[in-house]
């Protein structure tokens, strides 16, 4: 898909008045690469079908932002800087001992393929921590790595509403809806 996306922006500049956007364009490359290595792990072990699928919803996605003459427009205008998005050694920063114990163990059974063990954990910290969008990341992607769909996008709509940015929590729950 990589490879496609790459094709397709490369096309892109090439049009005629494109010359303006190229900066646009290579952003919305790299983020099409980002979205697809978010999703990739979620595609192991699918039938052909069913990962097909999450190509093309991610594909159409980059189509949409290249072909979008709002976005394009949108870039003359001094740019925003964007909504941070939480890293996980920030939450660790702020949460009790206790809590950064199991976020560790949560976050080592996922590393380790122990989805069920650590979607476990993840919802127990979400228990005493609700409002946090990166333990929501987490436990979808584990609920994901589960074929629990319904979960991640119940924990990330919410995620994507506070924070429309979240590239990371929009890429989990465009594979959650296909799922």
Not at 86 to 95: K, M, S, W
Not at 144 to 153: R, T
Request: glycine share 4%; charged share 15%.
């Amino acid at each position: 898909m990589t490879a496609v996306v790459i094709s397709l922006a490369g096309l892109f500049r090439l049009m005629p008045g494109s010359a303006k956007s190229a900066n646009v364009l290579e952003a919305q490359e790299e983020c099409a690469i980002e979205a697809e290595e978010q999703c990739r792990p979620h595609l192991r072990g699918l039938p052909a079908a069913s990962a097909r699928k999450i190509v093309l919803a991610a594909l159409t996605s980059a189509m949409i932002g290249l072909l979008s003459p709002t976005q394009l427009c949108a870039q003359t205008e001094p740019v925003t800087p964007g909504t941070h998005v939480e890293t996980a050694q920030e939450l660790a920063g702020r949460i009790t001992p206790s809590q950064r114990t199991q976020l560790v163990a949560a976050t080592t059974a996922f590393n380790s393929h122990q989805y069920a063990g650590a979607l476990v954990s993840f919802k127990s910290l979400l228990r005493d921590l609700p409002a946090e969008p990166l333990l929501a990341k987490f436990a979808s992607d584990s609920a994901l790595q589960l074929g629990d769909a319904d979960f991640a996008v119940a924990e990330l709509k919410p995620v994507v509403a506070a924070n429309p940015e979240d590239w990371q929590a929009l890429a989990m729950l465009t594979c959650a809806y296909v799922l």
